[in-house]
């Protein structure tokens, strides 16, 4: 059997282990299949060619190139993905787990690329939150930016997802605008090297971008500094060690952890046997307890179900155990493969001996189960162990030692604030989750138990069809936990991308503001165009370009003849005695929709020309009453824009209704799309 080398990539090369390597066994069959680390870690090389040659390449492209370009490595590894499953089931995993590692790190990827596009401006500045006013006349403003921290990343991965804990940190670090150094757990490093190396040979990625250290990282964090950011993902005790670095903490460097979890799932009170929601918990809890042989920071650790109900949970959860097909994970009908190593199965057995000092076994016995297909003297297998603690309260072992394999406690609860209490004495995780069909369970739930969560998973038969599960962290919604989680937070949208940016409060003139976000403000200058805004295509309109419109009479038969025409007749337009007895009004008024479309009336050329569509307007708010008599101007300014598609872009305008004295009357940020040419 050849055993395999796997390479560091550094300042550009494919390294070779050394003498310092470390072998690396199958989870399956015990053999040495490979060997990585190196005796030294050149840090000083590694992070100067990340700052010096990726950071620079990643700031000159706009938050939407590096959101294409991490859709084309997305698409490039999922035409390749079959390499990376073909590795993985020496890690134990089946080809469902899979699914997960590589399929949902590639998904996870896609998403953050699409969100980029979505939300993050085709700039190089990202805008958190609106424009504050700092002054009465409006001459002095405030506006929260985000630009990319200028160091690197260093992202240090557990070894139960090889492929989606490194994308899920990578696509956010990227799109950021910050390389990355990626350090993966070493006993499954191979399937890391082999999805760095695809991302490598692509071609998409600019050099330094991204490098890879398997192995030990050597002195690397203490090079850091203050620019730089460590992601961790790991246990506990690790994530401390690394935390606590004097060098980390002399330059403030942020940190991200997220580490060991006690996750709970509930069973609510109303989910009894014979309701959707009770076979659904015991299908979830199953699924947690079993897929990736319960090797998931998400995975349920603790069962809560109402006392009453505890019997009837071990008993049906049994059943499904007992149904669990454990074997080689190449062959389809395992369910759930081995564990990733022998080291990793002592530890969860050293786990459960401290479990079962509180608690009894009642499913699952280590020592005698049937393995399917492989040698079970060889592979790390264990069977699905659960057990069951009859005194949660005075039980402490249940709450905080996490055995990172196949093993969860039930407990039972006498109500809802107690399960709440318990619940809580996870002391901090990823995510809880209730299974309940009664909405206000789950939101004395939100209350009780909120702040101890980075998630609340609520199920039942509405949205059993369609759920995620309670172990699949989504790239759109937060991943991470206070307390015993880590403290930190990933993904989450783009939430995500701001751990590697820093965030700023500029504060200056609408000039200043403008001319730093690429945006017009309300106050900024404004200039006049050759022609008319709505015939000049995407790229000649330029940002503030305004058009004043000229005045328009509102009349008492245009407000009479709307409300006929649209059928909205309400009082504040018809009955003059009525609106005067309304607080806002001063007597009948025109409607709001009526402006608007005056305001398109004055603001639009008719000709055939470069705006393509309207598709929609933004933060309407009508300030101020207008009644028949009075008289109307729009002024209309390019705020932002934004290229969409191959042919067209969209347009952001201002605009600003004032009546004859000059006193806003309604402002709104209208959308179109625009030819480029
Ligand atoms: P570890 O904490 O042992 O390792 C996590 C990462 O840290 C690995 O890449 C590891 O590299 C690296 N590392 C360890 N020591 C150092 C160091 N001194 N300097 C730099 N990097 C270091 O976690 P494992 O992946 O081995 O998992 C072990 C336990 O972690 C599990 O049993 C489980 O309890 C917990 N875990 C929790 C997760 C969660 O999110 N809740 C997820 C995964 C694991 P190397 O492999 O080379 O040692």
Known sequence: MTVQDIQSFVTGDWLAPDSAARD?????????????GRAQVDASAMIDHAVSVGAPA???????DRARMLKALALYLQERKQLLYDLSFSTGATQKDHLIDVDGGIGTMLVIASKGRREMPDG???LDGGLEQLSRKGSFVGQHVCTPLQGVAVHINAFNFPVWGMLEKLAPTLLAGVPAIVKPATTTCYVTEACVRLMVDSGILPNGTIQLVTGGLGDLLNHLGAQDVVSFTGSADTAYALRSAPNLLRNSVRFVAEQDSLNASILGPDAVPGTPEFDLFVKEVHREMTTKAGQKCTAIRRIIAPQAQVDAVIAALSERLRDTVIGDPRDPATRMGALVSDGQRRDVLAKCASLGSEAERVFGDPD???????????????PPMLYHCADPDAASHVHDTEAFGPVATIMGYRDLSHAIALVNRGQGSLVASVVTNDPEVAREVVMGAGAFHGRLYFNNRDSMAEATGHGSPLPHMVHGGPGRAGGGEELGGVRGVMHYMQRTAVQGSPDVIAAVTGEWVPGASTSQGPAHPFQRNFDEVQIGETLHTSEREVTSEDIEHFAEFTGDTFYAHMDEDAAKRNPFFPGRVAHGYLLLS?????????????VLANTGLDTLRFQKPVSAGDRIKVQLTVKKKTKRTADYGEVRWHVILRNQDDAPVAEYELLTMNAYT
């Open 24 to 36: 690396i066994r199958d989870a399956v069959t015990g053999d040495v299949i490979a060997r990585a």
């Open 124 to 126: 190089h500045v990202y």
């Open 598 to 610: 005056f305001a398109a009336g004055l603001f639009v050329d008719p000709d055939e020309g470069p």
């Open 368 to 382: 005698a189960f049937a393995v399917h297909g492989a040698d079970a003297s060889k592979g790390a297998f264990l």
């Open 58 to 64: 990643l700031r000159a492209m706009t938050f939407h």
